[in-house]
Each structure stands twice: as C-alpha cells, then as structure tokens.
C-alpha cells in the first residue's frame, strides 16, 4: 500500500493552550482534522460556558492567522469540573454548544491544582445533570493518592472511581481518556453503558524504555506515563480491533523546550505536527491499516452522537522527517520523535 484515503478524522483529546502557544500550535491540527475537543486546563481554567465561549473565539482568532480557511476546522469546548460546579452551569453550557466535561483529579497532571477532589460527593448534582443532558465526562483516569505507584495509578483509578461512579450514574456517558494500561483496556472493553476510551500515538509505539534510551528522555516524558511492553501491545490490540469503544485522542500538549528539559520537566508530548503519521506507523506495524479510518474517523463521532466527516484526507508511504523543533512564541518546541523518520506522510490539502 503506497496511498491510505480516510475520511478526515477527528482528535478526541487536544490540547492547545493560549496565547501565543496557542497560535504557534492550533495550525498543526487544523491541517488534518476537521474538530478536537479541546481541554480546558488553562491558567485560569475554563469553569463555565462564558469561559468556553471567550477561548472558542481566540480559537478562531488563532486559526485565521494561520490561515486556515473558515469552516474546515470546529474546536469542540469543553468545561473544566470542580467541586463547585452547579447543575445549572451543566445545563448553561449545553444550550451554548459546549460538549463536554473534564474529571482531572486534583494535582494529576498539568494545571490540574482546581481540580476533584470529592467526585460522588460535591459533583454529584454537576453528574447528574450531565447524565440528564447526555453530556460526556471526560476523565483523567489515574489516582493521585502518593501511596500508590505511579505506574499502577490508572489500573487503581478503575476499582476506587470509575466502578463506584458507574454504579452511582449508570446513564452516564464515560470517556477513560489516554488510556495506558491492560487494566484499562480490558474494563472499557466490557463495562456496561456508555463507556468509551481515547488512545494516544506515543501509547501505541512506544513503552517505558523510551523514557531512558541513551540516557533520560523528557521528550517522551507525559502523564499518564508510557507503561510496561504488555500494556502497549494491550493498547495497539484495542486500538485496532472492531470494538467502537476505542478512538482517537492525541492529548498533545506543547510545552517550551526549557520547560520540558528542566530539573523538574512538565509532562506532555507534543504531537500535534504529525499525530496521523504517528498513527499510521503503529498500525502499520499491527498490520491493521484496515482498521485505521474506524479508529480515527467513525468510532468518536458515533460515541458523541455527531454526524462523521465528509471531507477526506491522504496518507502517502514516503518518508518524512520529524523536525527537530519548531517556532514556540519566543521559546522553541520539541516534537515527539524530533529527528526520526516515520514512514508516512500526509498529503497537503489541495
């Protein structure tokens, strides 16, 4: 196969800042997929529709400057839930477009200090308006209790959160986002309702050896962590089967390079740039490209209840280079697999 046509697909899981990261970044996506949902951990975070709304039209601001034609990329916004979310901001941002709602547990990752940290309790009248008004809940799936391995966080998360919170909100519509783990795969595979998991490119090519090969590797540095070998090859197997309950989610998450190479690094990859030629590498190497537009393409707007894309979009089998890093604001960013060459490239709209 020399040529791979897909119907343009969608990012389930992004992240793009604001500012001027967010105009140095918001191109890298918009040239290959048609929507993201966007992640609303900013400085401040994005707590109501108002919020939502104001970051949608810097969104736009940024898409038009990195001349992206009107109406060939949709941000899809999401809030950012708390222990004081009310009910009727729920409801609020239903009616203004906002389509769903993110669990970060307190501390877990990047600007997640506002975060949970009482979900069946204090969250309880925000869930159950969710669970009325058919809006997904995005979560964050580790714990952040010190006492428990970082590298056993998201398979803990499943037994103390996610089994009491289907019990509590059966109707719920549940996205384990980033999925890392077999734990993982193997819950989301077989839990009752509507559960579904978004997986990254970096989960699905690379396990925790890439951390230190050749000695520590911040660039390969996210949260939740890269895991052990039986956990990606769990992944990759999920990815590419015929369920519908897994799709696409990059969670790039830029940050500068002296941020990333730093005594105490931020946790993100940055993948945006070549999120579809990632993909395509570890399905290849599945021998699964078959599966790779259900994947990208059909299995997220099913589970989101909106309608699949009509536009397409092209991948060539020649080679292409990562960068090594790209214009960051004042600052640089390191792509993940900076110098590497994939096998794949996406053919340039037309």
């Known amino acids: 196969m020399t040529t791979l046509t897909l119907t343009r697909p969608d990012d389930w899981h992004l992240h793009l800042r604001d500012g001027e990261a967010l105009h140095a970044v918001v191109g890298d996506t918009a040239r290959q997929f048609a929507r993201a949902i966007i992640m609303p951990n900013l400085r401040p975070p994005v707590v109501n529709a108002e919020q939502a709304l104001a970051y949608r039209q810097r969104i736009e601001a940024a898409l038009a400057r990195a001349g992206i034609a009107p109406g060939t990329f949709t941000p899809l916004m999401t809030l950012y839930l708390t222990d004081n979310t009310p009910a009727a901001e729920i409801e609020r941002a239903k009616e203004q477009g906002v389509v769903a709602v993110k669990l970060y547990p307190a501390g877990a990752?990047?600007?997640?200090?506002?975060?949970?940290?009482?979900?069946?309790?204090?969250?309880?009248?925000?869930?159950?308006?969710?669970?009325?008004?058919?809006?997904?809940?995005?979560?964050h799936g580790?714990?952040?209790?010190?006492?428990?391995?970082?590298?056993?966080?998201?398979?803990?998360?499943i037994d103390r959160v996610m089994l009491p919170l289907r019990r509590a909100f059966p109707g719920l519509k549940v996205v384990f986002e980033h999925l890392t783990t077999k734990e993982g795969v193997d819950y989301v595979r077989e839990a009752e309702g509507p559960v579904a998991a978004t997986i990254t490119a970096h989960h699905l090519l690379y396990n925790r050896?890439?951390?230190?090969?050749?000695?520590?590797?911040?660039?390969?540095?996210?949260?939740?962590?890269?895991?052990?070998?039986?956990?990606?090859?769990?992944?990759l197997e999920a990815a590419t089967s015929d369920s519908p309950r897994f799709f696409l989610g990059t969670d790039s998450a830029p940050h500068p390079r002296h941020l990333k190479e730093h005594a105490c690094g931020c946790a993100g990859c940055y993948t945006a740039l070549h999120a579809m030629e990632l993909y395509a590498?570890?399905?290849?190497?599945?021998?699964?490209?078959?599966?790779?537009?259900?994947?990208?393409?059909?299995?997220?707007?099913?589970?989101?209840?909106?309608?699949?894309?009509t536009g397409t979009l092209t991948l060539v089998k020649e080679p292409f280079e990562v960068p090594a890093e790209l214009p960051y604001g004042q600052a640089t960013l390191v792509p993940l697999a900076a110098g590497e060459t994939l096998n794949w490239r996406v053919r340039p709209q037309a």
Do not use: I
């Open 209 to 235: 050896n890439a951390l230190f090969l050749g000695g520590m590797r911040p660039h390969w540095y996210c949260l939740p962590v890269l895991k052990r070998e039986v956990h990606r090859r769990a992944l």
């Open 281 to 309: 590498t570890a399905f290849e190497m599945a021998g699964r490209l078959d599966r790779l537009e259900a994947f990208a393409s059909f299995n997220g707007p099913d589970f989101y209840g909106l309608p699949r894309n």
């Open 142 to 157: 580790e714990v952040t209790d010190p006492a428990v391995d970082v590298f056993d966080r998201e398979a803990v998360f």
């Open 109 to 139: 990752t990047t600007n997640s200090d506002a975060g949970v940290t009482d979900l069946l309790g204090r969250c309880a009248p925000a869930l159950a308006a969710m669970e009325r008004a058919g809006m997904p809940l995005l979560m």
